[in-house]
């Protein structure tokens, strides 16, 4: 199912837009809008089913989590000043997990949001205010455009060698057309005359200059954004002279041959889940090994101690530090008296003071707003998520937890 995720700012802001979720079948092209404005998100509603979408709206960036786990989008559109929490938030856990990592987000915003949206892993930006109606309409023609191509296009700038073949040879000619050279202009003439979704520089390629670059982008009808990965382990050089670029590029640094393979697959938005076993457990171990969480600190609130010590023992492996409450009313204390928590996981079912009012009470406090507050609930019962949500969760996981599961939110969350 092709899906575009749209989201707005109220809790059930998706009935006064009048989405499709009612009509949704399968194999449908979905779009679901994240947007704080809610003419602005049926205008993009709109502009969507006018090329072939269906609709969904969602009420917080929140809540979006929730939409995308259930309908799996192939496209997102987000906007950053939600009431919530911020977009980038939204942006960073996606890009930061795995199974949601390769979901194309088109991010709409004010323009001086445009480089960073672009180096975050989004693969679009609308500038608000939007100049006119064309505008959202060439968007979403982009945006499905790119979900509509089954294979995507590397270009290589690499000396000739055992390097560059292997790398080649790793690659799904199924899915990755490769365009290969160590001649910076040959590179200039594919860039001109086709849609390269992603570029890998050599260090030491002085050949190619971004000026080259920029300038060729800038001259065609469709602007758009590179991504460009620096590959080699004395890049710093390099990659200066590419930061130069930024606006127009999306620059990202790779030293090792399984970083650069993970890149590309990043900025070609392959799904992690179709790689061949061998390709995905080096992925995700290289994403296991990075330590994104060592030194964090977490606050476990649960009644029952040995649920208390099995994720303590998980999160100790992982180089985090843990406090724990047993009930609500010490775990508001905490996060009251200690502002080096950097993310809660809250049991739901507690005697006195459950967690839902204690994720309520938590988010009254304006200094803790933004801190990451996971429910974990023994009953997967259907709505329980959205409950949680409008509570104040950002996530939910069920019992019993996953590790897997529970690493992925983690790292999703804390990653910077």
Avoid at 26 to 48: H, M, Q, R, T, W
Wanted: aromatic share 4%; proline share 4%; hydrophobic share 40%.
């Amino acid at each position: 199912m092709r899906t575009l995720l749209v989201i707005g700012d109220r809790p059930r802001q998706f009935f006064e837009a009048g989405d499709d979720r009612a009509d949704v079948k399968p194999g449908d092209n979905v779009v679901l809008i994240v947007e704080n404005d809610l003419s602005f998100a049926k205008v993009l509603l709109e502009v969507a089913r006018e090329k072939g979408f269906k609709g969904l709206v969602s009420g917080s960036a929140a809540a979006a989590l929730s939409v995308i786990k259930e309908h799996q989008p192939s496209v997102i559109t987000l906007d950053i000043f939600l009431p919530d929490m911020q977009g980038w938030r939204i942006l960073d856990r996606l890009k930061a997990d795995l199974s949601t990592r390769h979901i194309p987000v088109c991010v709409v915003s004010t323009d001086d949001s445009r480089d960073r949206a672009l180096s975050s892993g989004a693969i679009g930006f609308i500038t608000k205010p939007v100049a006119s109606r064309e505008v959202i309409e060439r968007a979403i023609e982009q945006l499905k455009a790119y979900i509509s191509r089954p294979r995507r296009k590397l270009a290589l700038l690499m000396e000739p060698g055992a390097e560059r073949a292997g790398l080649i040879g790793r690659l799904n000619p199924e899915e990755v057309d490769v365009v290969v050279s160590d001649q910076g202009a040959e590179i200039c003439n594919v860039l001109r005359s086709e849609q390269v979704d992603c570029l890998v520089v050599q260090a030491g390629s002085g050949e190619l200059q971004p000026g080259d670059l920029v300038e060729i982008l800038e001259q065609q009808a469709v602007a758009r954004q590179l991504p460009v990965v620096i590959y080699g382990g004395r890049s710093s050089d390099t990659l200066a002279r590419w930061k130069r670029g930024d606006g127009v590029f999306a620059l990202r640094e790779a030293r090792s041959p399984e970083r650069l393979l993970d890149t590309i697959y990043f900025f070609l938005h392959r799904d992690v889940s179709t790689l061949s076993q061998d390709e995905r457990q080096a992925v995700q171990e290289l994403h296991n090994s990075s330590r994104v969480l060592e030194g964090k600190k977490a606050l476990i609130v649960d009644d029952d101690m040995r649920n208390i010590f099995a994720l303590s023992t998980v999160l100790h492996d992982q180089g985090m530090q843990m406090i724990s409450a047993n009930n609500g009313r010490e775990a508001i204390r905490l996060v009251k008296d200690d502002p080096a928590i950097d993310i809660v996981l809250m049991d739901i079912m507690m005697p006195e003071m459950d967690g839902m009012t204690t994720m309520q009470e938590i988010r009254k406090l304006p200094e803790r707003k933004d801190l990451p507050i996971i429910a974990v609930t023994a009953k997967a019962m259907k709505g329980d998520r959205e409950k949680c949500i409008e509570a104040g969760a950002w996530d939910y996981l069920s019992k019993p937890v996953d590790t897997v599961h529970l690493l992925a939110v983690l790292r999703g969350w804390l990653h910077r």
